[in-house]
């Protein structure tokens, strides 16, 4: 091989060593990034989690007396892994390696929170703590603590209302022993029986309503409560007509009709006081008349009707109220 000829085969080999190096340096930078990516993720990782410590608090529950009261939190523990077998260890955090913080509960379930410096009135409160070094620790733990009231007792004279409609309601005048400001009234059903803040109540059609009352402004008792049962029964039906004329062994029966009704009952017999062979009719709460027929020729019969609603009681249990009969109407054979 002459001179010449190594000459231009240099350049080659030059090349190649050069793209070797390029690729080796490539190759030894993305693997220092891709280490430096996992160290970071492992760090993340290694961070302890705090989230199922426990945490002990000198007292759990208090009875309200006005003071504030601050529940002392006497140590944090839990378990870890061991970074050598892989076994659990007991950890606790010093009092120097944590915050405590106070939220007063309103809604556990959904973790509605309002945090609070200082605890006082009676409610549920939860005690979180949380880890000063955020880079060694993640997460809180929690204790619940509460604050109960003195029980106090609420009366009213009476707990349960048989009325009907276009009746004047009666006044709710509730009585208790704590500390509250005032009552407060709910009615179940505003369109059956509706409550005003004086505790006032105002029949406004059949059905069945309840009105809770309770206590409002307590700050170291017990809030308390009481519910009054209203069933209201449909007005007293009246009839359309003065007579009705019997046409062989049929009649017709027409009478007012009456809002907020579910249905109406026609009853007739042979005897004024319907004692004896008394049928009835169930008829729909739109219809105002219905023809009984059927008749017995020569035979005296007695019709009256009255409305009905259907509602439930406090079980959930189907409930029939009846208002009063109608006038007793005869009609002659």
Known sequence: MTDKMKDKKIPARVTVLLVFIVLLFTSATG???????????????????????????????VMADGSEVTPEVLYVSGKIDSADDGS???????????????YRVHSFSEKIYEETEA???????????????????TGE????????????KLTIAKTKYTLTVGSK????????????????????????????????????????????VSTEGTMLFQPAEVQVVFEVKPDKTSWKTKAFKRQKSKVTLMWKKQSGVTS??????????????????????NLSKTTLKGLKKEKTYYVKVRALVETTDTRGNKRTIAGPWSSVRKIAG
């Open 88 to 102: 659990q260890e007991d950890l606790v955090l010093e009092p120097d390696e944590y915050e405590v913080k106070y």
């Open 119 to 137: 605890i006082s009135e009676i409610g549920e409160y939860k005690v979180t703590v949380t880890a000063k070094d955020t880079d060694k620790y």
């Open 31 to 61: 693997g220092y990034a891709q280490t430096q990516g996992s160290a970071a993720a492992v760090q993340e990782y290694d961070k302890i989690s705090i989230d199922k410590f426990t945490v002990v608090l000198d007292s759990y529950l």
């Open 169 to 212: 309601g009666p006044l709710l005048q509730p009585e208790a022993d704590g500390d509250g400001s005032g009552f407060l009234f709910v009615s179940s059903d505003s369109d059956v029986v509706r409550v005003l803040s004086s505790g006032q109540t105002e029949i406004l059609k059949p059905g069945r309503a309840s009105v809770t």
């Open 141 to 152: 733990a929690y204790a619940l603590f509460s604050v109960t009231g003195k029980p106090q």
């Open 264 to 285: 109406y009952e026609v009853a007739y017999a042979t005897q004024k006081d319907f004692a004896k062979h008394k049928k009835t009719k169930t008829v729909k709460e």
